[in-house]
């Protein structure tokens, strides 16, 4: 079988992003924890927990870029399966505060005992395990996916109309996690997390051990992201966001197609939820913020849609604008960020690593392309049929 220069060029793209990856899990906790700190190549403590959470962001740009890029899926609702999985982790945290807490319960959250809760909710336990809340961290942002999907794929909801549900969807949330008798801590959220398996989350070998973590569990989806667009699966979601009409007439299930990525996605979305938390301290209904869902959607466009490793540096290289915008001009960052995107639109429709390499953006192959690449024949345009 040859390998087309698009694919080649694509592969040499995959390593490169797993290389640099792997690379910062190893050398900036090295960096934190053994360095002086009047050394040049020392990394604060500070800017450890800001690159993880940046790397967490990276994750969850990841995830939309798997379904949007390759399947054309646009869902501006993917915060919610993100703030899923930080909740999941959360309340894990929030039971190992035990008697730590401002009012020394250990059967309940602060504040429940604030709000006069008698008693710890049925949908709280469990979550003192930590094997059970990593569980649900996949579980429950996988299960409502999978309903969700279910429901509008079977009903043929595409385009438009699925990106308004999915805004609505993360809408609902919002407002139901920002009441108090919803057990979640309403408009405060869960915060005031002291440790996580015993260890200090502000010591310095903690902070480090999450950014490592983080790093590398992002190298692990990229990866695993990556072997699904290579293979026939990925051709067949390519096919299905180019001419999904024409798929279902050749007989696929798309629905079962689109299901199974949708899932996945959500999944990815939540284990970035998780790694968040522990690393910013906090996690409230505002992360429900359809605003969230769409900078997401902006920050895989101006890294490159359909690229993976470009949805990555799209969503670091925002999310560092975004936070040196918000100091230098903080009264109008957000116009600026608004701005960036209407300049990666009319200027740079590959996004920032469309300029990086021309090849990288040959990771989505034409339908034509693809089956030409199995035959080895020319790459002729596949033409209309006569109506």
């Known amino acids: 079988m040859r390998t087309t220069p698009g694919r080649s060029s694509s592969n040499v793209a995959a390593v490169i992003t797993i290389a640099v990856l792997i690379a910062a899990a190893v050398l900036v906790p090295v960096s934190n924890l053994t360095l002086s700190s009047d050394s040049p190549l020392h990394i604060p403590t500070y800017l450890v927990s800001l690159l993880g959470k940046y790397l967490c962001f990276a994750l969850l740009a990841l995830s939309v870029d ?3 890029g390759y399947c054309g ?3 501006l609702g993917h915060g919610a ?3 899923l999985g930080g909740y999941a982790i959360g309340m894990h945290l929030m039971r190992e505060i035990g ?4 009012y020394g319960n250990a059967s309940l959250p602060d504040f429940m005992v604030f709000l006069n809760w008698k008693e710890l909710p049925w949908y709280w336990h469990g979550f003192d395990s930590f094997p059970f809340a990593v569980a649900m961290v996949m579980v429950v942002p996988g299960l409502l996916a999978a309903v969700f999907g279910w429901f509008a794929f079977r009903s043929r909801v595409t385009g438009v109309y699925l990106s308004i549900i999915s805004q609505a969807l993360t809408f609902a949330l919002m407002l139901a996690f920002f009441r108090n008798d919803m057990g979640f801590g309403g408009n405060n959220g869960l ?6 398996l015993g260890y200090d989350l502000q010591a310095d070998t903690t902070r480090a051990a999450l950014f490592a973590l983080t790093a590398f569990l992002l190298a692990l989806a990229y990866a695993a992201c990556r072997l699904i667009t290579a293979s026939r699966l990925g051709k067949v979601l390519v096919a299905i966001r180019d001419a999904e009409s024409r798929v279902r007439f050749l007989g696929y299930r798309v629905e079962y197609y689109k299901l199974f990525v949708f899932v996945f996605s959500a999944v990815l979305a939540g ?3 998780a790694l968040y938390v522990p690393q910013v301290g906090i996690i409230n209904p505002s992360e429900f913020a359809p605003a969230n869902s769409i900078e997401i959607v902006i920050w895989v466009a101006i890294g490159g849609r359909g690229t993976l490793h470009g949805a990555i540096l799209g969503a670091l290289l925002v999310n560092y604008l975004k936070t040196y915008l918000t100091g230098a001009i903080p009264e109008i960052w957000l116009f600026a960020l608004g701005g960036l995107f209407i300049a990666a639109t009319l200027f740079l429709p590959k996004g920032v690593i469309g300029i990086l390499g021309r090849g990288t953006r040959e990771a989505i192959p034409e339908p034509a ?6 035959t080895g024949k020319g790459t002729g345009k596949v033409q209309e049929p006569a109506r």
């Open 73 to 75: 899926i646009l869902s």
């Open 99 to 102: 008697t730590r807490g401002v």
């Open 81 to 83: 399966f993100f703030a």
């Open 66 to 68: 798997l379904i949007w």
């Open 369 to 374: 392309e693809a089956a030409a690449a199995e």
């Open 191 to 196: 915060t005031d997390f002291k440790d996580v």
């Open 271 to 273: 284990i970035a939820g």
